[in-house]
C-alpha cells in the first residue's frame, strides 16, 4: 500500500540543490516517537547518497511547533536498555555528522529533543515567537541525546545550566542572543529564509563547504594541535582543487570582461 503524503512521518521536497525535510506528525506537536526517529534516520541515510545535493532543511509541520520533545508516551515506558541503545542520540549524531550542512527552520516550540535536534543541526533560524527550552528535569530525566554537551557549546556553561537546571523557556530574541539560534525573522519568513541560507551554501565550493563542516564539527572534540593540523590538512585538499582555482580566476578575471 502506497502511503499519502498525509501519512508519510517525513516528506523529502528537492528544491534544486537544496531538500527540504518535513517532519510531519503536527497532531502531536512533531513529537519524536521510534517510526519517526527510524523515518528521519532512513531518509538521512538515502539522502548522503545524493551528489546532486549541496544542502538541507529541516522544518517541522503544522503551525505549532518544530519539534515539541521526545514522544513522552513512549518515554516512559523506556528502560535503561532503551537508554543505552541511543534512540534519539544515535540519530542526532546522524544529523550533525551529515556530511551536507544542515538549517533548521524552528517555529514554534523546540522543546526537550526537539531542542537537542535543533542543536545538532548546523544553523538555525528561528520565527520570532519561536520558543525554546530542555524541560527534562520536569519530567524525572536529563537532555541526554547530547543535549548537555551541544547546548554549553552554543551558549556557555553558565546559560546551560540555566536552562537545563531550571527549565526556562528562551524566546526568539534571548535565543538569537545566547547564540542558540543566529537569525531572527517575521513568522511566515521562517522558511524562506532558512532555504535561502541553504542556497546560499548551496552557493560555495562544494568540497569547500562539506570539508568546513566536517573540520569546525571535531574542532571542540580534538586537541588544539590536532585541530590545527585539521584545518591545514582539508586547507590542503582545497589548495589543489579545480574548484579553488576556477573560482579565484574568476574573480581575477572580472575587470577584464
Ligand atoms: N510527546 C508526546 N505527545 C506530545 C508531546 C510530546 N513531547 N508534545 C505534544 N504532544 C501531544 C499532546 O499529548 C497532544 O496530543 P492529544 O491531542 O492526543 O492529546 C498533542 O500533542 C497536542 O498537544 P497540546 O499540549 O494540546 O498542544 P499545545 O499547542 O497546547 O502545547 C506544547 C504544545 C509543546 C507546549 C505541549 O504539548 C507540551 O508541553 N509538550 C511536551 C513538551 C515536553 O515536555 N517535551 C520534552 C520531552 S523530553
Redesign the pocket.
Known sequence: MVESDEEKLVLIERRGEVAVLTINRP???N?LNLALVRALGDSLETLALDGDLRALVLRGAGE??FV??????E?KERGAEESLAGINARLFQKVEEFPLPIVAACHG?S???GMELAMACDIRVASVSARFGQ??LN?G?LPAAGGMHRLPALVGMGMAKDLVLTGRILNAEEALRAGLVSRVVPDERVFDEALEVAEAIAGMAPLASKLAKRVMNSLFRVRPDVAFGLESAAQAVLFESEEKHKRMQRFLDRKKK
Open positions: 497532531d502531536k506537536r513529537a505549532k511547533a515539541a520533545g521526545a514522544d513522552i508516551g518515554l516550540w522543546l526537550g529533543g524541560p527534562e519530567l530525566i
